[in-house]
C-alpha cells in the first residue's frame, strides 16, 4: 500500500440493490476519493457552523489531512449521493491504514478528534435513505484499489447538528466505552453557575477574586494567529512537563501530531473555529485552554497548568469557568468537556453524553477485530467480570470494582 502522498485521486462508484429492484436501495452511489482537496470540493459548506461539529468543520479536516497524508495513514473520503439527485448526501471523512497486516479503515482521527461522525445533507435525514448509505458503503470498500478487511467507526455522537446519526442506529453500533461530557446553559450565564451548588459557586468566585486582585493578572481570549501560535508552544511545553513528571511520554506536538494543531491554529484562528485562552500573571502564563467552535457548540479539546505556586486559586477550572462566560457572551451555549472522566467536568455542571462504534469485518481477516469488538462491549455490560480479565492482563481494574 502506498503512501498518501503517492497518491492520486480515485474514485469507486458502488450502487446497492439490483437493476430490478427500484426502491429506496438502489437510489444510493458511494464515490471514495484518496485526495481531500478534491473531495471537499463536492459538498457544500455553507451552513457548517450550525449543522456540522467542530470536528467536522472544513479547517478541522483540511489540517488533518494537510499534516497525516504524508504518513501511512491514506485518505478514503467516502461521499454519497441520492442517484434521484446531483448533490451529495453524505461525506464521511475517513482513511486506510495497515495493522499487523490487516486493511482498516477508519475515521481521520489517530485519537486527536474527541469524537467522529458523516457530514449530512438535509435528505440524509430520510430514514429509508440514510439506512442505505452503510451497506452501499460496504460494498464500495470491498471494490476499492488495494482493498479493505474491516471497517471500524468509533465514537460517534447519537445526534449531529439536530439529526440522527443513522450510522448509531444500525443493530450492530454499540455504545462506546468513552462518552462525551456537555453543559448546556441556557440563556442566562449566571443561573447556570447558580446550578452548581452553593460550595461550587463561593469558591470560584473567592478565588477569582483572590487571583484577580492584582491588576496584571488577567484572563484573555486571543484572537490573532502569531500570538496564538506563540501561546500553542507554552501548552505545549506546559503539558509535556506535566506528562514526564507524571512518567508519561508527550506526543502532541510531535510530527504529524504537531503539524496537525499548528496547522489547525494557522488555518481556524481567524475564523473563529479555534479558541485559545489563558490566564496570565505579567508575562507568566498561569494556566491555558485549546478549544474549537462551531456555532453554539464549543470543545474543550487541550488544556495546561504552569508554575505549581497557582494551584491555591484552581487556576485551571477558573480559566474553563472564565472561558466559558466569555464565549457563553458571544452565543455559546454548548459547552464539550470532551472525553475523559475527571472531577472538574462533574464540578462545573457536565453530564454524560453516550458515544456508539460500528465495527464491520469484509474480509474474512477482519472478523478477529469484529469478535474482538463485541467481546469488549459486552464485557463492559458485567463490569465484576471485566475487571477479572483486566487482572489476568495485568490491568488496573476499573472504579466499578466495589460494586
Given amino acids: 500500500m502506498g503512501r498518501c502522498g503517492d497518491m492520486v485521486d480515485l474514485i469507486v ?20 476519493h484518496a485526495n481531500w482537496p478534491d473531495a471537499a470540493t463536492k459538498w457544500d459548506w455553507s451552513d457548517c457552523s450550525e449543522n456540522h461539529a467542530p470536528f467536522q468543520h472544513p479547517d478541522w479536516l483540511a489540517s488533518w489531512y494537510a499534516a497525516f497524508a504524508p504518513t501511512a495513514m491514506e485518505p478514503l473520503i467516502a461521499i454519497a449521493y441520492d442517484n434521484e439527485g446531483d448533490a451529495p448526501i453524505a461525506l464521511l471523512p475517513l482513511i486506510r491504514h495497515r495493522r499487523h497486516g490487516v486493511r482498516i479503515v477508519e475515521f481521520a482521527d489517530c485519537d ?5 461522525a458523516p457530514l449530512l445533507a438535509a435528505p440524509a435525514c430520510d430514514p429509508a435513505l440514510a439506512a442505505a448509505v452503510w451497506p452501499a458503503l460496504r460494498k464500495a470498500l470491498r471494490r476499492a484499489t488495494g482493498g479493505v478487511d474491516v471497517i471500524r467507526l468509533r465514537k460517534m455522537p447519537r445526534v449531529i ?25 441556557g440563556e442566562d450565564f449566571d443561573a447556570h453557575r447558580f446550578t452548581l451548588g452553593r460550595n461550587e459557586r463561593s469558591q470560584l468566585r473567592r478565588k477569582w477574586r483572590g487571583f484577580s486582585a492584582d491588576p496584571s493578572n488577567l484572563f484573555r481570549l486571543v484572537t490573532g494567529r502569531d ?3 506563540h501561546l500553542l508552544d507554552i501548552i505545549d511545553q506546559q503539558q509535556r512537563s506535566r506528562m514526564n513528571a507524571l512518567g508519561k511520554r508527550f506526543v502532541l506536538n510531535e510530527g504529524a501530531n504537531g503539524a496537525f494543531y499548528r ?10 473555529l479555534v479558541t485559545i485562552t489563558v490566564l496570565s500573571a505579567s508575562d507568566e502564563i498561569v494556566a491555558g485552554t485549546f478549544g474549537v467552535r462551531s456555532g453554539r457548540r464549543w470543545t474543550l479539546i487541550r488544556s495546561s497548568l504552569g508554575s505549581e505556586r497557582w494551584l491555591k486559586y484552581s487556576p485551571g477550572v477558573l480559566l474553563i469557568d472564565q472561558t466559558m462566560a466569555a464565549l457563553h457572551a458571544d452565543g455559546v451555549r454548548e459547552f464539550d468537556f470532551s472525553i475523559g472522566e475527571y472531577d472538574y467536568k462533574r464540578r462545573l455542571g ?13 474480509t474474512l481477516r477482519g472478523v478477529p477485530h469484529t469478535v474482538r469488538d463485541r467481546a469488549a462491549y459486552r464485557l463492559r455490560q458485567h463490569p ?15 472504579r466499578e470494582e466495589d460494586v
Avoid: C, M, W, Y
Fill in 13 to 32: 462508484t458502488s450502487k446497492t440493490g439490483s437493476r430490478e429492484r427500484q426502491d429506496v436501495h438502489s437510489r444510493v452511489r458511494i464515490e471514495l
Fill in 112 to 116: 486527536l478528534t474527541d469524537n467522529n
Fill in 161 to 185: 447538528g439536530g439529526a440522527n446519526n443513522p450510522l448509531t442506529l444500525l443493530p450492530a453500533a454499540r455504545q462506546s466505552s468513552l462518552n462525551s461530557n456537555l453543559v448546556i446553559t
Fill in 227 to 229: 500570538e496564538a501560535l
Fill in 263 to 272: 496547522n489547525l491554529v494557522r488555518n481556524g484562528i481567524a475564523q473563529g
Fill in 350 to 362: 457536565a453530564f454524560h453524553v453516550p458515544l456508539f462504534d460500528l465495527t464491520s469485518a469484509l
Fill in 384 to 398: 465484576r467480570l471485566r475487571n477479572r480479565v483486566r487482572r489476568l492482563l495485568g490491568k488496573p481494574v476499573a
